[in-house]
C-alpha cells in the first residue's frame, strides 16, 4: 500500500490566491482527517469525516476554509482567498474506524503539505 | 482547559537516561489513547498504543490513568535516536473517531 498520499509536497503563493490540498487516503480507510502544524499552535484538527461524511468541522478556522470528500478515495482543502497566516504544514491522515466505535485503529498521515503564502 | 495537554519540554537527558511524558486529557469519556513520534519536517508515526492495564515495548512503557485523566510515556536507556518529538493522542469520541493531539513534547538526547 502506497499510504496516504498528499499533493503538492510544498505550495508557495501569494496572498489572496485561492489554494486547493489534496489528499488520498490508504484504500479501506473510512475515517479521513485534516490537521494543521504550526510551531505556536502544534496539530490542530480542522475537519475530519466518517464514511465521507464531514463529523466535525469546528476546527476550521474560518469561512475561507473548506474541505470535502466527494468519495472514499479523495478529499480536498481549499483556503479561498489565502493569507500569509495561513502558511504551514497540512497533514492529511486516515484510519479504519470498525463497527461499534468504541475503539479505533491508528491514524496513518500523508507527507503533509507544507503552505507558504507571501 | 485544553482537550489534550502536554508538557512541551524541551527534554534534555544524556544517553542512558530514563524519561518519563506526561498527557492529559478532558475527556472522561475517551477510550482510545495512542503516543506517536514525529521526527523534524516529517509526519508523526504511531510509536504505540496505550491500554487500560499498561502495555511495554522494548525500552518503551505506556500507562493510563482514568481516575486522573492521564497517560504517560517511559523511555528507558535513552538513545541518541530517541531525539523526537512525542505526541499523546486521545479518541474524544470514539463514536465518531475524533482523534485530538497534544502539542507535542520535544525530547533531545
Known amino acids: 500500500d502506497a499510504g496516504v498520499i498528499q499533493s503538492p509536497r510544498h505550495e508557495v503563493t501569494e496572498m489572496g490566491q485561492e489554494v486547493t490540498l489534496r489528499c488520498k487516503p490508504i484504500?479501506?480507510?473510512?475515517?479521513l482527517f485534516w490537521y494543521r502544524q504550526t510551531m505556536m499552535r502544534g496539530l490542530e484538527l480542522l475537519i475530519y469525516?466518517?464514511?465521507?461524511?464531514?463529523?466535525?468541522d469546528s476546527g476550521m478556522p474560518e469561512d475561507r476554509f473548506s474541505a470535502k470528500m466527494p468519495n472514499a478515495s479523495f478529499s480536498t482543502l481549499k483556503i479561498q482567498p489565502s493569507e500569509p497566516r495561513d502558511s504551514a504544514v497540512y497533514f492529511c491522515?486516515?484510519?479504519?474506524?470498525?463497527?461499534?466505535?468504541?475503539?479505533?485503529?491508528?491514524?496513518?498521515f500523508g507527507q503533509g503539505t507544507r503552505l507558504t503564502v507571501v | 482547559r485544553k482537550e489534550v495537554e502536554q508538557d512541551p519540554g524541551p527534554f534534555n537527558v544524556p544517553e542512558g537516561a530514563t524519561v518519563a511524558f506526561n498527557c492529559t486529557y478532558s475527556?472522561?469519556?475517551?477510550?482510545?489513547f495512542f503516543w506517536y513520534r514525529q521526527d523534524c519536517r516529517k509526519e508523526p508515526k504511531l510509536l504505540m498504543s496505550?491500554?487500560?492495564s499498561g502495555n511495554e515495548d522494548g525500552r518503551f512503557t505506556a500507562q493510563l490513568n482514568r481516575a486522573s485523566q492521564y497517560i504517560s510515556l517511559l523511555i528507558r536507556d535513552s538513545k541518541l535516536s530517541d531525539s523526537a518529538t512525542y505526541l499523546c493522542?486521545?479518541?474524544?469520541?470514539?463514536?465518531?473517531?475524533?482523534?485530538?493531539f497534544g502539542a507535542g513534547t520535544r525530547l533531545t538526547v
Open positions: 493522542v486521545v479518541n474524544m469520541s470514539p463514536g465518531d473517531n475524533d482523534m485530538r
Open positions: 484504500s479501506g480507510h473510512n475515517s
Open positions: 469525516f466518517n464514511n465521507n461524511v464531514p463529523i466535525d
Open positions: 496505550v491500554y487500560s
Open positions: 491522515a486516515s484510519s479504519y474506524q470498525g463497527t461499534g466505535g468504541t475503539m479505533n485503529t491508528e491514524a496513518f
Open positions: 475527556n472522561s469519556a475517551s477510550q482510545s
